[in-house]
C-alpha cells in the first residue's frame, strides 16, 4: 500500500472586524487549537490544524481583525507585519481573507491592498443572508472575474460553502489560482521614483509592497545601513507619507465603486429600518439605554457568583477531601506536609478559578456574538475617558467584581496600551469574591444587627459601601495615574456596531476551554511556586524554637491523651506562630501597630497573601477552631470576640474592623493576579508596581479609618 504524504500549507486567516473570521477559524479547526503570544506582544496568537483533503493539511493562524494595512493599535501591527512578511515566526503561504457581504464597500479596500501585495490569497465571502436582508444582492462570479482571485460564499454558522472553500485553498497553493499580474490601481503612478529605487534595493518587491518599505521601514527587520538608504530616497523623492497614503484610498475606492456596479445591487438609501436598527433606539437610549445597562451588568455579575458557587464548592470539597485522605495514609513527616499542605493546596488555588474564569469569558463571549458588548463600550466610553480609559474597560472593571484573574484576562480587548494598562492596573481594587468571606466574618465582628430607616440592614449597607470605595477609588487612581505612565499612543475608540445574532455555542466553548487552559499552564505555574514558598515559610522555623514547642506539646498530649484534638490545634497554633511566617508577623507587629492590628492578624496579612480567602483559614488556626467542624464559623467569630491584647482591651472594636475591612479592600493579596498581570505585561515591572501603590494605599487608607474611629 503506498503511503500518501501530506503537504502542510500555512494560511493567514485576516478579514475586518466582525466579519465571521473567528467563526471560520472554529469551524475549520475544530479544537485543534493552541493560543499563544506572539513575540513582544500581548496579543493572542491563535493556531490551529484543518484537513483540507487526503493529501493535504493547512496550519491556521486566525490574525487580529484590521480595516486596512494602515495599522495603528498593536494588534493591527501583528496582522501587518505577517503580511508584509516581518514576522521571523509566521511566514504564510496563502491568505483567507473574509469579508463580509454586508458591508462589502469597505471590505474590499482591504482586499485590493492584499492583491496588491501579490500573495496568493482567496476571498471567503460571509454574512449573506444579512445581505439579503438588506436587500443587497451580488453576482459572486462576475466579482470574482472582477478581483482576478478565488470567491467564495461561505456560512460557517451553518457549515456552510467549507469544501469549496478548502478546494479554493488547495488549488491556489497548486498555482492554478494565481495573484493578478495587473495592479488593482496604479500603484507606480503614487511614487514612480521612490518606488523604483525601492526596487533596486529589493528586486522581489511589488510596486505597492515597496510603498509600505517607504512608509514603515523603520518597523521592518532591515540593517541600518538599508534603513539609511531608504530614507534617503525619501527625502530625495520628497515622499509624503499622508499625501500618498491619502491618494490611494482615493484610487481604491474609485475603482472599487467601479466594481460594485458591475456585480453587486443595492437598495435605495429609503430603504426599511432593519431590526438592529429598532433595537438599538432602545439600547442606546439616552436614559433606558443606561438602566438596560445596569441591569444586563448586575445579572452578569450575579451569574458569575450563582454559576461558579457550586462547581468551586465542588472543586474546594474534592481538594480537601484528597488532602484529608493523604494526610491520614501518609506518614507524619516533612514531605508528607509538603505534598498536602503545599502541591496539593497550590492546586487547589489555581484550579478553583477555573469555573469563574470558564463561566465570566462563556458570557462575555455569548454578549459579544449577540452584538451587545459593543454597546456596553459605547455607552460607557464617555465616562470612562475622563479618567484615561475607555469604553472597554468597563467590562474588566466589572468582571472584577468576580475575580480579578478572568478581568485581568479579558482586557486584552482594549486595543490602547496605556488604556489596556491603566485597567490592568485598577482592576484589583474592585472588591472580588475572595474578599467577601473576610467581609462577612468582619462585618458579623464588629458592625451591629441594626437596621436604618427602620428596612435597610446596617450591616448590608457597610458591605456595599466596601464595593462602592474599591470601584471609586479605582476611577480616582485612573485619573493620577494617567498623567504618570509615558505611554504616547493615540488612543482611537473606532467601534463598528454589530448586527444582533445569536450567540454560536460551540465558540462559546471553545473559548471557555482556551481561556482555562491558558490560566492553568500559564499563570498557574507561577502560582504553584508562590504556594510552595509560602508553605516553607509556614513550616518552617528556627530549629530550636520549633522543637521546643514541639516536644512540649507531644509530652503534654501522652500525659492527657484525652485532650489530644485540643492540644494537637494548640500545637499546630504555637508552631505556625514560631514558623518564619509566624516571626515575620510578629516582626512587623510595630509596623502595623498603628492600624490597630496585633501579630495574629500580621499573620493572616502575610499568609493571605496567597489569597485573600486565607485570612478566615488561618484565624482558624491560630485561634485552634477545627477547620472541619460544621460550626468554626460561629466559633471562630466567639474567639475573635474575645480576643484580648496584652494590656487587656479587646483586639477587634469598631476601629479596628473597618481598619481592616479598607485594608483589605485595597491591598494586592492575590498572588494569581500578580501572576496573571506578569503574563499580561510581559514584565515584572508592573505588577510589582501594582504591589507597592496597592499596599502603600491600603495602609494609609487604614491608618485614616483606625485614627478617625479610635
Known amino acids: 500500500m503506498t503511503v500518501v504524504p501530506v503537504k502542510k500549507i500555512h494560511i493567514a486567516l485576516v478579514g475586518n472586524p466582525n466579519s465571521g473570521k473567528s467563526s471560520l477559524f472554529n469551524v475549520l479547526t475544530g479544537l485543534n487549537q493552541k493560543v499563544g503570544n506572539f513575540p513582544g506582544v500581548t496579543v493572542d496568537k491563535k493556531m490551529g490544524d484543518c484537513r483540507l483533503s487526503e493529501t493535504s493539511s493547512a496550519n491556521i493562524i486566525d490574525l487580529p481583525g484590521t480595516y486596512s494595512l494602515y495599522p495603528r493599535r498593536e494588534d493591527e501591527w501583528v496582522s501587518y507585519k505577517v503580511l508584509l512578511q516581518q514576522d521571523t515566526e509566521v511566514q504564510p503561504d496563502i491568505v483567507v481573507l473574509v469579508a463580509d457581504a454586508s458591508n462589502l464597500k469597505r471590505n474590499l479596500l482591504f482586499v485590493s491592498q492584499i492583491i496588491d501585495l501579490k500573495i496568493p490569497m482567496v476571498v471567503a465571502l460571509t ?77 522581489d518587491l511589488s510596486d505597492y509592497k515597496a510603498i509600505h ?18 530614507e534617503k530616497i525619501e527625502l530625495k523623492n520628497t515622499f509624503n507619507h499622508t499625501k500618498i497614503q491619502a491618494e490611494e484610498i482615493l484610487q481604491r475606492y474609485q ?39 445596569v441591569v444586563v451588568l448586575f445579572l452578569l455579575f450575579q451569574s458569575v457568583f450563582w454559576m461558579a458557587e457550586y462547581p468551586m464548592m465542588f472543586i474546594e470539597w474534592g481538594f480537601a477531601k484528597t488532602g484529608s485522605w493523604f494526610h491520614q495514609v501518609l506518614p507524619d513527616s516533612w514531605w508528607a506536609d509538603l505534598f498536602v499542605n503545599g502541591i496539593i493546596a497550590g492546586l487547589s488555588g489555581i484550579l478553583v478559578f477555573v469555573p469563574q474564569i470558564m463561566i465570566l469569558f462563556g458570557l462575555i463571549t455569548i454578549l459579544e456574538d449577540t452584538g451587545y458588548m459593543a454597546r456596553i463600550s459605547f455607552l460607557t466610553d464617555k465616562l470612562m475617558r475622563k479618567v484615561g480609559l475607555n469604553g472597554k474597560s468597563v467590562m474588566p472593571m466589572i468582571s472584577g467584581f468576580a475575580c480579578a484573574v478572568p478581568a485581568i484576562m479579558s482586557a486584552r480587548n482594549i486595543e490602547n496600551k496605556k488604556e489596556r494598562l491603566l485597567t490592568i492596573l485598577i482592576t484589583p481594587l474592585m472588591s472580588c469574591s475572595a474578599r467577601l468571606p473576610v467581609y462577612t466574618i468582619l462585618i458579623g465582628l464588629v458592625i451591629p444587627k441594626e437596621s436604618v430607616l427602620g428596612f435597610i440592614g446596617l450591616q448590608g449597607l457597610v458591605m456595599m459601601g ?44 471553545v473559548t471557555m476551554v482556551s481561556k482555562a487552559k491558558i490560566f492553568v499552564f500559564d499563570a498557574g505555574k507561577v502560582i504553584m511556586v508562590i504556594s510552595l514558598i509560602l508553605w516553607a515559610l509556614s513550616f518552617y522555623g528556627p530549629k530550636e524554637r520549633m522543637d521546643t514547642v514541639a516536644g512540649r506539646y507531644d509530652q503534654l498530649i501522652r500525659q492527657n491523651p484525652a485532650e489530644a484534638a485540643s492540644l494537637t490545634k494548640q500545637k499546630n497554633t504555637e508552631l505556625l506562630q514560631n514558623s518564619y511566617a509566624g516571626l515575620l508577623g510578629s516582626s512587623i507587629e510595630p509596623l502595623i501597630r498603628p492600624l490597630g492590628y496585633d501579630w495574629k492578624i500580621g499573620i493572616a496579612l502575610i499568609t493571605s497573601f496567597a489569597a485573600r480567602e486565607v485570612f478566615v483559614g488561618t484565624m482558624a488556626t491560630l485561634y485552634s477552631v477545627g477547620e472541619d467542624e460544621e460550626e468554626n464559623s460561629l466559633l471562630l467569630r466567639e474567639k475573635m470576640q474575645q480576643a484580648k491584647r496584652r494590656d487587656g482591651s479587646k483586639v ?57 474611629f479610635k
Not at 478565488?150 to 479554493?168: D, H, Q, S, T, W
Not at 472599487?256 to 438599538?280: C, H, N, W, Y
Open 127 to 203: 454574512m449573506l443572508d444579512i445581505a439579503r436582508q438588506k436587500d443587497i444582492t451580488i453576482d459572486v462570479a462576475e466579482l470574482e472575474r472582477e478581483l482576478g482571485v478565488p470567491v467564495i460564499p461561505i456560512n460557517p454558522r451553518k457549515n456552510k460553502g467549507i469544501v469549496p472553500l478548502k478546494k479554493a485553498i488547495e488549488y491556489t497553493a497548486q498555482n492554478l489560482y494565481k495573484s493578478p499580474v495587473r495592479d488593482f490601481i496604479n500603484n507606480r503612478g503614487l511614487a514612480t521614483n521612490a518606488i523604483a529605487e525601492v526596487k533596486e534595493l529589493f528586486p
Open 213 to 230: 518599505y517607504l512608509i514603515n521601514h523603520e518597523h521592518f527587520r532591515l540593517n541600518g545601513d538599508t534603513q539609511n538608504t531608504i
Open 255 to 293: 475603482r472599487i465603486g467601479s466594481i460594485m456596479k458591475q456585480s453587486v445591487a443595492e437598495p435605495t438609501p429609503l430603504q426599511r429600518t432593519m431590526f438592529t436598527e429598532k433595537l438599538d433606539d432602545v439600547l442606546l437610549h439616552r436614559k433606558w439605554g443606561y438602566l438596560i445597562l
Open 466 to 509: 466596601l464595593y462602592l470605595l474599591g470601584l471609586v477609588m479605582a476611577l480616582i487612581v485612573s485619573y493620577v495615574a494617567k498623567w504618570f505612565i509615558k505611554i504616547r499612543e493615540k488612543s482611537f475608540f473606532i467601534l463598528e456596531l454589530p448586527i444582533y445574532r445569536s450567540p454560536r455555542w460551540k465558540n462559546v466553548l
Open 652 to 708: 477587634y472594636t469598631l476601629a479596628t474592623g473597618l481598619s481592616l475591612m479598607i485594608f483589605y479592600v485595597f491591598a494586592m493579596q492575590c498572588m494569581s493576579t500578580l501572576a496573571v498581570v506578569k503574563r499580561e505585561t510581559r514584565s515584572w515591572k508592573w505588577p510589582i508596581i501594582q504591589l507597592v501603590y496597592m499596599t502603600g494605599l491600603a495602609y494609609l487608607m487604614s491608618f485614616i479609618a483606625y485614627q478617625l
